[in-house]
């Protein structure tokens, strides 16, 4: 028997390539499967990006729940970024203003992106914004400074085990790679 | 010996070319298997090297000898050249000298596939170490390319995503070159179930390879695409998640240290039933363990990140996956030492070596299952309590299992005995500094250690020395296995070895009924016989 199986190779080949090139795409479709994941689930702090409408929660005025507020800078972007009030404590149901405060210490013109996290990743689901500055980019003329307003709500269906709420903003610069 | 038949391959019948030639167009399995096997002991003592100024630089807290750049650059070569250039090359080495002539092939199935893969490795090892000479150096975020971090590489990062990319290929062109050869090329009389665990386990790791290299290339892709084509994938600006790239890259990377550690398994289930003098205890259950293993490993990938801030549930899924692994492996270490049991042992080198395999991988094996305990690992993750756990499953696992396999087979390759007395004596100054080298490493780890630092807080100094003299020790010692290998091939103790080799080989594998040093081509008519002692049973 030497006769070598040249046409069981072949499909054989054919088939195993297939599964390398398929689980190449695989990984790429890790990508938004993580992010659905993500939603689905809410974990991962991932927060909404999109104002919340039509919220009509009940103020639950039994229970308090503490909100922290911090501020970063990405990669040392050229700004001043802190929250006016660190932390509060708040009804569920009732809506809060919180202003954050940022400065462009450069002399040209900057565009920014705030990203906005929530620890505890399961608690991301119920803290509902109505209004941020993380929704779109922001832009800074020269040396300009700006106060900003968050408005937020917390869901009186916040599992009883959350105590504290942490809203996290950091600040890229965006200026070179500014996205449509 | 065999009848060439019309339209076959132009090579048979016939040795090898003449000089340098026969190395760089060959497609004989056992030349290629050659090259593989030298190239990991190349790179192995590069990698070494590298290893080297790393337990330097730990001698003492302070800065001594390198920059903090280049310190966490020698930590992520390390690790790239020791997993790429010199575990799986070794394996693959040993995959193309023995899976054919333990089924009773010719050669593989794929030959030429099989010379282009050995040079796309060599292609992606040179392309990795010329970043060590680049503006920026070489890549220094660990050798898991974490962004934001990585995405700081100088000029180099291309460089390395490229070599991950010829690296991948070279691996899946060679797991679909095995799983063709086991398949297609099998002796009839050989039928799946009769087949040496070595080949079974090697099997497997060829699937595991094309599922997740693929995955390992789309994820470098994406940092590329990250750095230079404005993608947002990792980049939180941009509404992408560092936390994603760590997802797809444990996928890969969990079952890749399966990679590492399966064929290992293979070889000592091969080594140990000849050294016991009984048949391997266990097969079906070894085969059958091997494959959950291997399935397990996709689903466990997060134990890597229980910190990352994941919620409760999923931390209690993938502490409880993860614990499940231990059935498995458990089972295997069980069949190990029921083969040994009672058995009629002697103890020559490679025995010695996969002896110590068994105990100080199920040491290993052990601090993997404290790791699993998700509360307990926000201690030990990022510690040198993960260094010692990782190494305790890779140097005295799959670096012993290589050393053993190669004291095995080498008189079988080459038709010479090596020098049993400095055998042993590499075994026990390599399996004492071994211990050295990284058991102190668990202490530093429990008392908050971190990995991957060039300078450390000075209640660590006394463990970090013991373990750079391990280092140093077990380093050189390998010098001397380099001797004995280079003075087998060109002749070793003179004695001449018989086909067995070792006492009643004959009954354990195929390769053992063939002459030693093996002839350029075996098998050309495939054997009838199957021997059965590997099997459990006569
Ligand atoms: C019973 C089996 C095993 C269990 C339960 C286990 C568990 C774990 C866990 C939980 C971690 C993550 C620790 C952390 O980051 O805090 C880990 C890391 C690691 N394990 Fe294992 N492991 C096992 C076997 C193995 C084997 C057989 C190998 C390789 C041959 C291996 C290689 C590694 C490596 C390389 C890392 C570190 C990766 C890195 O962060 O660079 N493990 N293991
Ligand atoms: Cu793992």
Redesign the interface.
Known sequence: ?????EK??RS??IK??A??????????A??PL?DVFCQV?G????TD?VAAANLDYEVNKDREVTVEFITSL?KMAPMEFAAETKKLRVHPGEFHTVNFYAKNKTDKTLVA?A?PSI????AAEFFKKTECFCFSQQTFKPRESKTMPVRFVVNPDLPDRYKTITLSY?F?D?TD?P?T | MSAVIAGHDEHHGHGPEKGILRWIVTTNHKDIGTLYLVTALAMFFVGGAMALVIRAELFEPGLQFVEPQFFNSMVTMHALVMVFGAVMPAFVGLANWMIPVMIGAPDMALPRMNNMSFWMLVAGLLLISSTLFMEGGAPAAGWTFYPPLVLQTGNALPFAVFAVHLLGISSIMGAINIIATIFNMRAPAMTLMKMPLFVWTWMITAFLLIAIMPVFAGAVTMLLTDRFFDTSFFDAAGGGDPVLYQHIFWFFGHPEVYVMILPTFGVASTIIPVFARKPLFGYTSMVFATATIAFLSFIVWSHHMFTVGMPISGELYFMYATMLIAIPTGVKVFNWTATMWKGAMTFETPMLFAIAFVVLFTMGGFTGLMMAIAPTDFQYHDTYFIVAHFHYTLVPASIFILMAATYFWLPKWTGHMYDEKLGKLHFWLSAVSVNILFFPQHFLGLAGMPRRIPDYAVQFADWNMISSIGAFIFGFSQLLFLYIVIKTIRGGTGERVTSEVWEDARKHGLEWTLPSPLPYHTFSTPPTKIPTEHLGGH
């Open positions: 028997m030497t006769r070598l199986p069981k190779n054989l080949v195993l390539a599964i390398a090139v398929g689980m190449f795409g695989f990984g790429y890790l990508v993580y689930t974990i991962n702090g991932k990006t990405n992106q990203i620890t505890p990743g399961p950091t890229f965006i790679k996205k």
